[in-house]
């Protein structure tokens, strides 16, 4: 009888020990889910794998707080892990919108998760998130914006001017250096601010666009201005990742460069394979800017609006001009 017992005691134990260690992490997202979060959605699968189950990443999108509060609830320790956009509040992590500047030249998504990379690894970029108790596990790599609007479209420099249109980070700095009237509204309420008027434009890439409906009420698309992107990281709270058991972390850490490598097949597969259809399907009029009309916003946009950024840092006492040579200097040796 003793023997008998003695497997079922060291079972219960070891079940015991299990749970002790078991671990779930909210994670804090919105919308729904779309190629901006699948690699959130990898991770999750690559992490629960690996553990066995033990730890588990449980996604919700807009259940746990709204997407321009995201940083705020992981520094309060609401939940452990959460996407932002660094351009919904720039004054909340400055060294990120390096990244955001309009007409950098980032020509794929891979370029854009090493350049993303090596600003989150930066000791001041770094340093700049300890603010929020929140370190960078990685981005949520974006092609270049472009603009889905309805009515007449701009064909040219000075029908930008009063034009109505939302637009964060750099891309909003091109459009607002161009005369446009920026309007801020979170993603989810697109669609009804352009059915309304309360927009004309709106700028994306392209899977929010289909995610968030303006396809559906557009008319016009701009295939080639690619004023830029947002950047987008997917962080976590420090303390948690501190708190993790040792081969929890590894799981965590060692999935990262998977999911993004699922992520840049899925976008650039079968995202755009579904963008280029809607299109069609929508009857969008593609409206393709001359070179010099391109060239001309460039030259009125991308000098001016570096050199502010570097002097505003600058006179906070941030390494902007640093910040500005990696990146920049990252995009000219690809080149």
């Not at 707080?65 to 932002?84: C, H, T, V, Y």
């Not at 995610?211 to 992107?229: C, E, K, M, Q, V």
Request: hydrophobic letters at 45%; charged letters at 20%.
């Amino acid at each position: 009888m003793k023997n008998f017992r003695l497997p079922i005691i060291a079972a219960a134990l070891l079940a015991q020990t299990t749970a002790a260690f078991a671990t779930e992490w909210r994670v804090s997202l919105w919308g729904e889910r779309r190629a901006f979060t699948e690699h959130v959605e990898k991770l999750a699968e690559l992490v629960s794998d690996k553990t066995d189950g033990a730890f588990t990443l449980n996604l919700s999108y807009g259940g746990l707080s709204p997407s321009r509060e995201n940083l705020d609830g992981i520094a309060a320790g609401k939940f452990e892990m959460a996407q932002f956009c660094a351009g919904y509040h720039p004054e909340k992590n400055p060294t990120i919108t390096v990244l955001e500047l309009p007409f950098l030249g980032v020509s794929s998504l891979e370029q854009e998760i090493a350049l993303s990379l090596a600003v989150y690894r930066h000791p001041i970029t770094k340093i700049d998130m300890l603010r929020w108790n929140a370190t960078l596990l990685m981005p949520s790599p974006l092609p270049q914006y472009n603009i889905m609007g309805v009515g007449n479209p701009p064909t040219s420099l000075e029908e930008f001017k009063g034009l109505p249109i939302r637009a964060t980070g750099g891309v909003g700095q091109a459009m607002g250096a161009l005369g446009a009237e920026l309007v801020s509204i979170p993603a989810p309420e697109v669609q009804s601010a352009l059915a309304a008027g309360q927009v004309r434009a709106v700028s994306f890439a392209p899977h929010a666009h289909m995610a968030f409906g303006t396809i559906d009420s557009g008319s016009w698309w701009t295939s080639n201005l690619n004023p830029g992107t947002v950047n987008c990281p997917v962080v976590v709270n420090s303390k948690a990742l501190d708190a993790l058991p040792e081969d929890h972390r590894d799981a965590l850490m060692s999935s990262v460069d998977e999911a993004l490598a699922h992520y840049v097949r899925n976008y650039n597969g079968t995202a755009m394979a579904k963008w280029e259809d809607a299109l069609t399907e929508n009857g969008i009029a593609v409206l393709t800017l001359r070179d010099d009309i391109v060239g001309s916003i460039k030259d009125a946009v991308a000098t001016p609006a570096a050199e502010a950024w570097v002097a505003k840092y600058e006179g906070r006492g941030l390494p902007a001009q640093e910040l500005l040579d990696l990146v920049t200097e990252m995009i000219d040796a690809e080149g």
